[in-house]
């Protein structure tokens, strides 16, 4: 199922001025910060990957799965999403432990 263009908006907002991007990945969204993958958005519900450096930030949310059978993610809801001071803190922590998206290589010929 994909996202609603007004979500994906709504959910840009709330990172604001962080350098966010959302990119699709196997028919959703994944969300990055500074390049660095710390969530997707699946059915219009933003999801975070559980680490244990962010884990006093993320123990109070509900757990749920990307796809049947995926690890567990921490399920933002809209309260959440509204707590910009956290969003922003819990997005900078988990991105943190993330590696940086490779650079692409040239093709070979």
């Known amino acids: 199922m994909s ?3 007004e979500t994906l908006q ?5 990172f604001e001025p962080l350098p ?3 990119q699709p990945m196997f028919g959703e969204q994944a969300i990055y910060c500074d390049d660095r993958i710390f969530g997707f958005v699946c059915d219009d519900t933003l999801l975070l990957k559980l680490v244990p450096e962010a884990t006093e930030l993320t123990e109070h949310l509900p757990r749920g799965e990307a ?3 995926s690890k567990p993610y921490g399920i933002v809801d809209d309260d959440a999403l509204d707590d910009v001071d956290w969003l922003h803190e819990v997005a900078q922590t988990i991105a943190a432990t ?9 093709k070979r010929r």
Request: glycine fraction near 4%; proline fraction near 17%; hydrophobic fraction near 25%.
């Open 98 to 106: 993330q590696p940086h998206k490779p650079a692409r290589s040239a």
């Open 3 to 5: 996202n609603r263009p």
């Open 10 to 14: 709504r959910i840009r907002e709330a």
């Open 67 to 69: 796809y049947p059978g």
């Open 20 to 22: 966010i991007r959302l």
